[in-house]
Structures are given as structure tokens and as C-alpha cells.
């Protein structure tokens, strides 16, 4: 996560020899899935079927080369043939298809260097409006249920807290810029950096374009805006007095947009939020829970009536958080989706509670990391017809259709003119019994081309973040490159995961690092045992969550050859004290003072076993990390060098939590790691 003293530049530059030495390919070897691939990739997402379930609009993503970003460009489908066709592509980033009621225009957002802006494309003309000039860029836009008007979010700058007012500078002096004042507990956030002063509130704009009208006001910040028939809004926000310090709390609010009287549908302690008005407009269906001040619970299903009178769980059996919220078209049923044990899908749900499967196989979004992540929309047809992005482990992401409970149908090939004609990765999976009390973990080998379990290849164990997230065997670009390097490269979801139910996620409440330490082991153990890999050739990295567990582990055991951690928590007092997420982390994680309690916090920090560490360990971060901080690797990396333990510190300049997000970030961080354990492989 964070550098110092001798020198960020030269660790990086000479660890970028490292990696090149480590993964170079050999002449005409023109199979290996090697580092500038990563810029050949493409996938689809955020598929939007029209109302007739005749046609899909959705973002085929590819990497920009020269501006190392990702870009997005909207194409359409035929549903019925299959004609793939460009619908908005050249011009700025597009993104956040949204189609008319009437399925005869669509929204959609751009991001240039003009700024943001909101179109709508009118698609029997081909005409595209912006509808306004927006001072920052609107989000969540959503159609009213007449398609007359367009409600969205968007940030409004305030004025910032000043105790002096400083002179002014005669003309052409060099003065130092202004000091900052900030009088918020939350005065950065990560991939924002120091955040403006000033809260994001809902707006409405004629959907053929003219003055933004704002429809919520105050210091409290509203979004997720959502229609009631046309007149009203449903909107989430936390305008309590306490919000800086109880930053989960968020309720369902009512907006007449006559009055613009705002009233308060939900008060639980807890979020709620979410909302979705069933098509009749009399019941709203959110998402939520009980606080129950831990770590992590599962977000439930809920129903009320119209006034926020009647308020009832869903589904209370079904043990599976839910998100993406649609209705079906007759109202008498939902559609979300849900994790389940590495997979997600679209699950249908009465409202007698009934859930059952409508589409398994989502996801493929996240490159990086095999992350679960996928989108889908629903027709409003009488028998409803389901997009969704199709997750596999060759590809990522592709668009597909079916219908609620039958199989899917892959409309889309973006990848097939480059990944057919490579060696990919086959995944395996497995399931191995933790050690620690017989707990069934599941995990995921990615096997070398022309792999042979004969016991000689080295190993790389992933660890993800989160903690609360999960794997799954979908395409991952960074254990492709480690499985092209000849790395057998597993992945597991150990407890704390998510998409095992509650009980299995919360085993880690209040002992993280603890027995998920065991589940990882356990399965190293097993491949061990079966031969996959070299017992002397055995590697560890991981990110965020999967960082601490990196070094937490070299903290424990030296049975590793080299480790990587990457953007880890190393000491949760000052995560606690410093970090974008610090009210939750004292309040819901550790949920102790760290004045009062210092054990609570320091006994899981790996800090405490430095003095155990000898395996050579590099710490990684982004230079705008303030999920976790560049001084939480910088301390492991300064404890280690006066431990007198093997290590180098890569810092990523511009980069925040998210360090693999411009393609150049994702090749530096893999093949970095690999020159790493290159130089400490003893098969190499």
C-alpha cells in the first residue's frame, strides 16, 4: 500500500525487470495469454432489454490503448436474429442504457472532456439530445412511468467551514494555495481523494431536455430516486443529526413533487433502501436489515404498502443476500440476484415468498479478479424475457438472453477473435474440509497449459478481498497471467465469504484474521497431497482483505517462498483513525474504542507478528488509497527492514483502492508480483 526511502521509482523500475525477465515470452510463442493481452480484452454489460423483449441495448467495454482506460461504447441486439449492430460508439465514453416506458427512446449517460452528460436517443430518427449542462455528473437517472420526465442524482457544492478570511494577492504574486478546512468525519474517500464540501440531491428534467429542477435540499445527502406514479418519488437518504457516525443508517423517503413535502416511509435502525415501485403503484419493494452493530449481514427483501404502512419480509427462509431488484410485469412476483456458493443468478420470488432460479451463469464483469459481478434486465412482456451478462471461466463477459427458468442463449462473441486462439487456463474446482473444525470450503484451480500433476509446479495462492465477497470460476485476467507463467493458481472462498449464507459470512464477526487462516491452509494442504504443486515452490498474494490475510499469514508460518501483499490493513488502529470507512470500521468491525481498548484492535493486526515474518514479502499500494491508507504498508514494509526480513515496497502512483483499474495498472500489479516470486522460485 504505501512506500518510503529508497526509492518508490527504482523498486518499481527494478522490479518491472524482474517481470519482464520472469514473463517474457519465448520467440514464437504466440499462445501465451502474456501482459499487452490485457489491452486486447472486451466484455459486455449492463444489458438493457426494451419493454417488448424484442431488442437488448447494452455497454460493450474494451481498453482504450491510447488513454489506458476503460471505455464504453452502447451496442444493439435482435433478440430473435441475433444482429449485432453499433448504436452510440466514437464520441466520449457511453454508458447507463436506460430504455423509454414506451420502448421508443433510450437514456443514456457520456463521460469526455466535455464533462457529463445526460442524452436521450431517439431511435426512429437516430437523433441523440443532450438534455442539460450539468455542473457535476448526474447518476441514476430513471424514466417516469408516463416517459415525460427524467429524475436523477447529482452532487451540489456547498460553501466549506473558514475561521479567517485571507487577504487578497496583489496582482501577479506567486501566494500558496488557500488553506482546507474540513468539520466532517468523512473528509476523503477513496477514488474521490478530499472530498468538496456540499451533498448529492434528486432532481427532475423533461425528458426533451431543459433546467434541472432540484426536488431534495438540507446538508444530508438523497439519491436512489425511484417513481410512484408520476407525481411522487421515492428517494434514500440520512438527514439524522448522528449520520457521520452511524454511516450504514439510510431510510425511504416520499418526495411530492407538487409540495416537494418530504415524508419518511421507513425508520428502523438499519438501512433500508433500494426502492421499487410494483407496477400498480401500490406496494414498494426495498432492501434492508436490523442493525445489529456486525461486521457484515445479509441484505433481506422487503415489502410495504404505498404510505410506508404494512412493512413484511420476504422470503425470510431463503438464506441469500439480494440486490438488483426488478418486478415482474403483472406485479405478482420480483426478480434479483443473488450470490450462491461461487455462482450468481436471477432468482424470481412470489410474493407468496417462493424463490426459485430464473437465470444461473451471471456475471464476468470484474476482469481483474474473478469477483462475482454481472448485471440483467427484465422484459415487461407477458412472458417475461430475461438479459443478462453470461459468466464463464474462458470469457468474460457475454451477453445473453432466456426466458424466466430455461436455458440461456449467448448472443454476443467479443472475445473469440483473440482468447480461441490462445492457451487459457482450465479451472477445476474443489472442495476441502477446513482443519480448523471440518467447515467445507470451496475453491477454484486455475491449471497451467499442458499442466500434469506431477507434483513440480510452483503455486499461487489468492486471496480476495472484502472480506465479505466472492470468488467464483469466471475469467480473471490476473490468474490467466499467472496460470501462462506456468503458476497453478487456486482461489477460494474461505469463511467470511459471502454467497454461503449469513452464518457462514459472520464466522469471521470480531475474529478476522482468525480460522478463514485455517480454511486457507487447509486448502494449500490439499493440493500438496494430491500432487498438483511443489511444496517448496509455494507462493501467497492477495488485495485489501486478501492483503491483511497475506500478511497475517507470513506472520504465522514460513512455509511460503515469497508472499505479495497488496493494499493490506497491517494495524486497525490507524484504519480505524484514518481510513475513508473509519466510523464503520470502529463502530461495526472492531466496535470498541481504540483509546480505551487497544488489544481489541491490535491483537488481529499483523503488526503484532512481524516479529515472526521471515518469508521475503513485497507490500504493494496506490498512492490514493485512502481505503487503506499507503501508511498501513508502509509499516509492514519498515518493520520488516529493521526485522531485516527480504522486502520491497511498490507504490502506484494515482492510484486509489482500486489498483488494477486502468489496464497499464492491472499488467504492473500481476506481472510485478510474479518478478517477485521469480526471484525467489526455486524451479525457475
Given at each position: 500500500m504505501p512506500s518510503f526511502r529508497f526509492t518508490a521509482n527504482l523498486i518499481a523500475l527494478s522490479l518491472a525487470a524482474a517481470a519482464v525477465v520472469a514473463t517474457a515470452a519465448e520467440p514464437g510463442d504466440t499462445r501465451r495469454f502474456t501482459a499487452e493481452r490485457v489491452f486486447d480484452l472486451e466484455y459486455g454489460d449492463d444489458p438493457q432489454i426494451s419493454p417488448n423483449g424484442e431488442t437488448i441495448v447494452y455497454v460493450r467495454q474494451s481498453m482504450d490503448r491510447l488513454a489506458d482506460r476503460v471505455r464504453g461504447d452502447l451496442w444493439r441486439i435482435d433478440v430473435a436474429s441475433g444482429?449485432?449492430?453499433?448504436?452510440?460508439?466514437?464520441?466520449?465514453?457511453?454508458?447507463?442504457?436506460?430504455?423509454?416506458?414506451?420502448?421508443?427512446?433510450?437514456?443514456?449517460?457520456?463521460?469526455?472532456?466535455?464533462?457529463?452528460?445526460?442524452?436521450?436517443?431517439?431511435?426512429?430518427?437516430?437523433?441523440?439530445?443532450?438534455?442539460?449542462?450539468?455542473?457535476?455528473?448526474?447518476?441514476?437517472?430513471?424514466?417516469?412511468?408516463?416517459?415525460?420526465?427524467?429524475?436523477?442524482?447529482?452532487?451540489?457544492?456547498?460553501?466549506?467551514?473558514?475561521?479567517?478570511?485571507?487577504?487578497s494577492a496583489p496582482e501577479g504574486a506567486e501566494w500558496s494555495e488557500p488553506v482546507r478546512v474540513f468539520d466532517d468525519i468523512t473528509f476523503r474517500f477513496d477514488g474521490q481523494g478530499y472530498l468538496q464540501e456540499g451533498a448529492t440531491h434528486v432532481f427532475t428534467i423533461p425528458a426533451d431536455g431543459g433546467t434541472p429542477r432540484q426536488v431534495t435540499r438540507g446538508d444530508a445527502d438523497f439519491g436512489q430516486p425511484a417513481w410512484l406514479g408520476n407525481g411522487t418519488l421515492l428517494v434514500v437518504g440520512n438527514p439524522n443529526d448522528d449520520r457521520d457516525v452511524d454511516?450504514?443508517?439510510?431510510?425511504?423517503?416520499?418526495?411530492?413533487?407538487?409540495?416537494?413535502?418530504?415524508?419518511?416511509?421507513?425508520?428502523?435502525?438499519?438501512?433500508?433502501?433500494?426502492?421499487?415501485?410494483?407496477?400498480?403503484?401500490?406496494?414498494?419493494?426495498?432492501?434492508?436489515?436490523?442493525?445489529?452493530?456486525?461486521?457484515?449481514?445479509?441484505?433481506?427483501?422487503?415489502?410495504?404498502?404505498?404510505?410506508?404502512?404494512?412493512?413484511?419480509?420476504?422470503?425470510?427462509?431463503?438464506?441469500?443476500?439480494?440486490?438488483?431488484?426488478?418486478?415482474?410485469?403483472?406485479?405478482?412476483?420480483?426478480?434479483?440476484?443473488?450470490?450462491?456458493?461461487?455462482?450468481?443468478?436471477?432468482?424470481?420470488?412470489?410474493?407468496?415468498?417462493?424463490?426459485?432460479?430464473?437465470?444461473?451463469?451471471?456475471?464476468?464483469?470484474?476482469?481483474?479478479?474473478?469477483?462475482?459481478?454481472?448485471?440483467?434486465?427484465?422484459?415487461?412482456?407477458?412472458?417475461?424475457?430475461?438479459?443478462?451478462?453470461?459468466?464463464?471461466?474462458?470469457?468474460?463477459?457475454?451477453?445473453?438472453?432466456?426466458?424466466?427458468?430455461?436455458?440461456?442463449?449467448?448472443?454476443?462473441?467479443?472475445?473469440?477473435?483473440?482468447?480461441?486462439?490462445?492457451?487459457?487456463?482450465?479451472?477445476?474446482?474443489?472442495?476441502?474440509?477446513?482443519?480448523?473444525?471440518?467447515?467445507?470450503?470451496?475453491?477454484?484451480?486455475?491449471?497451467?497449459?499442458?499442466?500434469?500433476?506431477?507434483?513440480?509446479?510452483?503455486?499461487?495462492l489468492e486471496i480476495h478481498g472484502g472480506p465479505f465477497a466472492m470468488y467464483g470460476p469466471t475469467f480473471s485476467a490476473e490468474i490467466q497471467r499467472y496460470a501462462a507463467e506456468g503458476y497453478v493458481t487456486v482461489y477460494t472462498n474461505p469463511r467470511g465469504s459471502s454467497g454461503y449464507g449469513e452464518a457462514f459470512a459472520q464466522e469471521i464477526d470480531l475474529a478476522y484474521p482468525g480460522n478463514d487462516y485455517d480454511d486457507l491452509m487447509s486448502v494449500v494442504d490439499h493440493l500438496v497431497a494430491e500432487g498438483y504443486v511443489d511444496e517448496e515452490r509455494l507462493f501467497v498474494t492477495g488485495g485489501s482483505?486478501?492483503?491483511?490475510?497475506?500478511?497475517?499469514?507470513?506472520?504465522?508460518?514460513?512455509?511460503?517462498?515469497?508472499?505479495?501483499?497488496?493494499?493490506?490493513?497491517?494495524?486497525?488502529?490507524?484504519?480505524?483513525?484514518?481510513?475513508?470507512?473509519?466510523?464503520?470500521?470502529?463502530?461495526?468491525?472492531?466496535?470498541?474504542e481504540p483509546w480505551e481498548d487497544p488489544a481489541a484492535f491490535l491483537d488481529r493486526s499483523p503488526i503484532m507478528l512481524v516479529g515472526n515474518v521471515t518469508t521475503p514479502t513485497l507490500v504493494m499500494v496506490g498512492e490514493e488509497d485512502w481505503r487503506t491508507p499507503t501508511w498501513e504498508a508502509e509499516q509492514f514494509y519498515t518493520a520488516l527492514k529493521l526485522r531485516g526480513v527480504e522486502t520491497a515496497l511498490v507504490r502506484v502512483p494515482g492510484a486509489s483502492h482500486y489498483i488494477a483499474g486502468r489496464p497499464s495498472r492491472l499488467i504492473a500489479k500481476t506481472d510485478n508480483i510474479m518478478g517477485w516470486f521469480g526471484k525467489f522460485d526455486s524451479g525457475r
Open positions: 444482429a449485432h449492430r453499433p448504436l452510440v460508439t466514437g464520441g466520449a465514453s457511453a454508458g447507463g442504457p436506460r430504455w423509454s416506458p414506451d420502448g421508443q427512446r433510450l437514456l443514456y449517460t457520456t463521460s469526455g472532456k466535455g464533462g457529463p452528460e445526460l442524452h436521450v436517443l431517439y431511435l426512429d430518427t437516430g437523433d441523440s439530445v443532450s438534455l442539460a449542462q450539468f455542473a457535476s455528473g448526474p447518476r441514476q437517472a430513471t424514466w417516469s412511468p408516463d416517459g415525460q420526465t427524467i429524475a436523477f442524482a447529482m452532487f451540489i457544492k456547498g460553501e466549506a467551514p473558514r475561521f479567517a478570511t485571507p487577504p454511516p450504514i443508517e439510510d431510510d425511504i423517503f416520499a418526495v411530492d413533487l407538487g409540495s416537494l413535502e418530504l415524508t419518511r416511509l421507513t425508520d428502523r435502525d438499519g438501512p433500508d433502501r433500494s426502492p421499487l415501485a410494483s407496477p400498480d403503484g401500490e406496494t414498494i419493494a426495498y432492501l434492508g436489515y436490523d442493525d445489529e452493530l456486525k461486521s457484515w449481514q445479509q441484505t433481506e427483501l422487503y415489502l410495504m404498502d404505498a404510505d410506508g404502512g404494512n412493512p413484511r419480509r420476504l422470503a425470510a427462509d431463503f438464506d441469500r443476500e439480494f440486490s438488483n431488484l426488478a418486478w415482474r410485469s403483472d406485479g405478482r412476483a420480483l426478480y434479483a440476484l443473488v450470490e450462491d456458493a461461487g455462482d450468481m443468478r436471477v432468482v424470481e420470488v412470489g410474493l407468496d415468498g417462493d424463490v426459485s432460479t430464473a437465470v444461473s451463469g451471471v456475471g464476468g464483469t470484474a476482469i481483474g479478479r474473478p469477483y462475482a459481478g454481472g448485471a440483467y434486465s427484465v422484459s415487461s412482456a407477458r412472458r417475461p424475457v430475461i438479459a443478462y451478462t453470461m459468466a464463464s471461466p474462458e470469457r468474460p463477459a457475454e451477453i445473453a438472453v432466456a426466458n424466466a427458468g430455461g436455458d440461456g442463449r449467448r448472443l454476443t462473441r467479443l472475445n473469440d477473435d483473440l482468447l480461441a486462439h490462445l492457451d487459457i487456463a482450465r479451472i477445476e474446482e474443489i472442495h476441502v474440509p477446513s482443519s480448523h473444525d471440518g467447515l467445507e470450503i470451496e475453491a477454484w484451480v486455475a491449471l497451467p497449459p499442458g499442466f500434469e500433476k506431477d507434483g513440480s509446479h510452483p503455486m499461487i482483505g486478501g492483503g491483511i490475510l497475506t500478511a497475517w499469514i507470513v506472520g504465522k508460518t514460513d512455509r511460503f517462498a515469497a508472499a505479495a501483499s497488496i493494499k493490506p490493513v497491517i494495524n486497525w488502529m490507524t484504519m480505524a483513525l484514518s481510513a475513508d470507512i473509519a466510523a464503520f470500521v470502529k463502530r461495526h468491525w472492531i466496535r470498541a
